[in-house]
T-cell receptor, first 115, second 112 residues
C-alpha cells in the first residue's frame, strides 16, 4: 500500500501564476478530499469527490480554485491566478467511503508559497 | 462555524506521564475520529468511535465519547517522546452531507 501520493511537495510561485497540485489516492478508495491547512484557519475542506464525481465544493474559496478527478487514480487542484493569501499546505486524502464512517488517509501535503 | 473546540491548545508533559486531550462539538454526530500529525507530514488516523459507543481502546490510546455533553477525550498512557505531535478530533455532523469537520488541534510535547 503506497499511501496517498501528492506532488509536488513544495511549490513556490509568483502572484498571478497558475498552480496545479496533484494527487494519487489509494487504490480501491472511492472518496477523495482536498483540504487546506493554515495556522489561522486550521484544516478546511475545499472539495470532495465520490466515485470521481464532485459532491460538495462549497469550501472552494472562489472561482480561482478548481478541482478535477478524471479517473479513480488521479485528481488535480488548480489555482489560477494564484495570490499570496493562497499560501498554505494543501492535503489530499482518500477513504473507502464518504463522511466519517471510515478513516481518511492523508498524503504528506503540498506546501504552497505565493510571493 | 460548525467547528467545536479542543483543550488544551498545548500540552507539555514528561515521558511516562499520561496525556489527556479534550474535544467538544456543537450538534449531534454520527462518528468521531482522532488523528495525529507530525511536523511536516499528513494526518494519520488513530481511532474512530461511533455515536452509540462510549469508549474505545487501541494500544496505549483510550477514547471516550459523551454524546450528552457533546465531548470526547483522548488519553495517551505512558507517553513517549515519539508521541510529540499535534492531535486533531474530527466529526461528521448528522445531516452534514458526509463532511468531516476538524478541530484546530492540540500540540503535545513529551519531554524525554
Amino acid at each position: 500500500d503506497a499511501g496517498v501520493i501528492q506532488s509536488p511537495r513544495h511549490e513556490v510561485t509568483e502572484m498571478g501564476q497558475e498552480v496545479t497540485l496533484r494527487c494519487k489516492p489509494i487504490s480501491g478508495h472511492n472518496s477523495l478530499f482536498w483540504y487546506r491547512q493554515t495556522m489561522m484557519r486550521g484544516l478546511e475542506l475545499l472539495i470532495y469527490f465520490n466515485n470521481n464525481v464532485p459532491i460538495d465544493d462549497s469550501g472552494m474559496p472562489e472561482d480561482r480554485f478548481s478541482a478535477k478527478m478524471p479517473n479513480a487514480s488521479f485528481s488535480t487542484l488548480k489555482i489560477q491566478p494564484s495570490e499570496p493569501r493562497d499560501s498554505a499546505v494543501y492535503f489530499c486524502a482518500s477513504s473507502k467511503q464518504t463522511g466519517g464512517k471510515t478513516p481518511l488517509h492523508f498524503g504528506n501535503g503540498t506546501r504552497l508559497t505565493v510571493t | 462555524s460548525q467547528q467545536g473546540e479542543e483543550d488544551p491548545q498545548a500540552l507539555s508533559i514528561q515521558e511516562g506521564e499520561n496525556a489527556t486531550m479534550n474535544c467538544s462539538y456543537k450538534t449531534s454526530i454520527n462518528n468521531l475520529q482522532w488523528y495525529r500529525q507530525n511536523s511536516g507530514r499528513g494526518l494519520v488516523h488513530l481511532i474512530l468511535i461511533r455515536s452509540n459507543e462510549r469508549e474505545k481502546h487501541s494500544g496505549r490510546l483510550r477514547v471516550t465519547l459523551d454524546t450528552s455533553k457533546k465531548s470526547s477525550s483522548l488519553l495517551i498512557t505512558a507517553s513517549r517522546a515519539a508521541d510529540t505531535a499535534s492531535y486533531f478530533c474530527a466529526y461528521d455532523y448528522t445531516g452534514a452531507n458526509s463532511k468531516l469537520t476538524f478541530g484546530k488541534g492540540i500540540t503535545l510535547s513529551v519531554r524525554p
